[in-house]
């Protein structure tokens, strides 16, 4: 009886010693698990984190779009008004000088002029003494 009562006690601490292995087992496969499952709560927060970034970013993105935009038109409007301006005093110039030219001509012909009757004068006041 003796044997198989210790047979019986082998058997029995053979079988708390698996059990215990499978609770070991089954604690280490919930404490997985668990930290499976916070993993996983984190990846959606971060998730949603990473949504809100994308979401604020495309708001900065079209805001800075339209500044772009706006600084453009502004850009070209100012360019177009340079362009006639600078034109309008080129033909401004350009007329200064054709008029500058022509009064030099003028004066040209008038100083011309004055030089034929002074010398006409002369040479009558020579031929009369």
Known sequence: MEVVELRESEVQSEILQRLTRVETKLDLQLDARDKAGEALESAKSAHLRLDEKCMRLEEIESHYDNEIRLLNA??????????ARIEAE????????????????????????IMLTAGSLIVAAIKLF
């Open 74 to 83: 502004r850009l070209e409007a100012e360019t177009a008004s340079l362009v």
């Open 90 to 113: 080129s033909r401004a110039s350009a007329e200064r000088l054709k008029t500058e030219q022509n009064e030099r001509k003028s004066d040209r012909h008038w100083l011309v002029g």
